[in-house]
């Protein structure tokens, strides 16, 4: 059979590249080297005792575990072909390569189909029922033609259905709003990201990471402050952390969530869900304090969960599978969220809950069908309302580097540390991560 014309038998073959039984063994190989060479480092190199009865008990399990998969690298040599089969009715593919176990798919099941050659990921992933029920990595298969060949195949199975038309309709809008998140440049979550990372560097320089009343002066968020009038607070905590964990939790959120939605959205939305979300955090923290201040950009970070709620909920069918997260996923993330907030005092959880909510109803007023043009069209409104929510962005960030340039000069810094040693143990501020 030609590999370009798609098959119309009941069965049909695409031949998978030869591979060895031995590639898991291997796998577990490496995992096991890795760990035992790990912990010798920390034994031998470091000096450091391995007290805890785990880590004296995975010291010889990773010895065994060696000398195990090494003998099935060893034995399992003999090679073996496998393959891609089409049935009347389903797909079957292999686990993994060399894998004796089968993934059984239904065609009626098959929600999208999204070949990610462009991508690190290089795979071809196959979405059922809302959740990725396989990704056939294209190293796989015996050349880019064999690619083309399954992704059709599976299309003209699907397309032999009864609804076949409808179900082809829904995997090509599920297609076109995952090319829609991969178009363009996300300048909003790198120029903020670059703008985290300079802000917590200027807070070494100065020792605000340290000595807590300076990130006050730097602009952390205070109900007494923001009381008098420095409504400039409400968004220049975003920009400064308490430490570096608080950072980097921050940062690898925003870049995780700021990739996939800054793009699909459009960055003149993005910018009014980060907006909104802090501002309605910062606000529900004042009327709910746990501290004398807080900082962190989890306002804005939660907006973004919260606009990514309203997606699931108002679009779900033609989000790719990528996109989608089953509902236990939402609540196992809620109860994490709860149990993080009960066990860590200092969590500003009113600042987290406003903005999930402000991202929510930034999302609900913005966001709407078509989500493939989302990100390249936007009403003159809501352009002008993003260039107004950057420019209050970039005032309050002045305003606080115009406070903050107190603290480079040295009479400042010698009256703070003449004042903070001597002040009363209550009187000194506490700042708690968030909001």
């Not at 300079?198 to 402050?225: D, I, M, N």
């Amino acid at each position: 059979m030609n590999q370009t014309e798609v098959s119309r038998s009941s069965t049909f073959r695409i031949e998978l590249r030869e591979t060895r039984f031995w590639r898991p063994a291997l796998t577990m190989l490496f995992a096991s080297l890795t760990v035992l060479v790990e912990l010798s480092v920390a034994r031998l190199g470091f000096g450091l005792e391995l007290r805890d009865s785990f880590l004296r008990a995975l010291l010889p399990g990773s010895i065994v575990s060696t000398v195990v998969s090494l003998v099935l690298a060893v034995a399992l040599r003999p090679r073996t072909r496998d393959a891609i089969e089409f049935f009347d009715e389903r797909v079957e593919l292999p686990v993994y390569r060399g894998s004796r176990r089968r993934r059984r798919i239904r065609y009626r099941d098959v929600h999208s189909i999204q070949n990610l050659r462009r991508t690190p990921l290089k795979v071809l992933s196959i979405g059922r029922r809302g959740r990725l029920a396989a990704s056939v990595p294209l190293r796989w298969l015996a050349s880019p033609e064999d690619a083309t060949q399954l992704e059709e195949e599976l299309r003209a199975r699907i397309g032999s259905l009864p609804d076949g038309a409808e179900r082809l309709r829904g995997i090509d809008r599920c297609a076109s709003v995952w090319a829609a998140a991969g178009r363009g440049v996300p300048w909003v979550t790198w120029a903020l990201t670059a703008s985290l990372i300079v802000a917590f560097a200027f807070e070494l320089a100065v020792g605000a990471t340290t000595v807590k009343l300076r990130l006050l002066t730097l602009g952390a968020l205070s109900p007494v402050l923001v009381g008098q009038g420095e409504l400039d607070r409400l968004l220049t905590p975003a920009f400064l952390h308490s430490g570096p964990l608080h950072l980097f939790a921050n940062l690898s959120t925003l870049v995780l969530l700021g990739l996939m939605l800054e793009r699909l959205l459009g960055w003149p939305r993005f910018v009014l869900v980060l907006t909104l979300g802090q501002i309605l955090g910062a606000l529900l923290w004042l009327r709910w304090p746990n501290a004398d201040g807080a900082v962190g950009a989890s306002a804005a970070l939660y907006g973004l969960f919260g606009a990514w709620l309203l997606l699931e909920l108002k679009a779900r069918e033609d989000l790719p599978v990528l996109f989608r997260l089953p509902v236990w996923w939402w609540l196992l993330t809620a109860a994490l969220g709860v149990w993080a907030e009960v066990a860590f005092t200092n969590l500003a959880t009113a600042a987290h809950v406003g903005g999930v909510a402000g991202g929510f109803l930034a999302a609900a007023v913005v966001v709407h069908r078509p989500l493939d043009r989302l990100g390249v069209t936007a009403p003159r409104w809501l352009l002008a309302l993003a260039i107004l929510s950057i420019l209050a962005w970039l005032a309050a960030l002045g305003v606080g580097v115009h406070r903050a340039s107190g603290l480079l000069d040295e009479q400042t810094l010698e009256a703070s540390r003449s004042i903070e040693p001597g002040a009363d143990e209550r009187s000194r501020p506490t700042i708690g991560p968030g909001p």
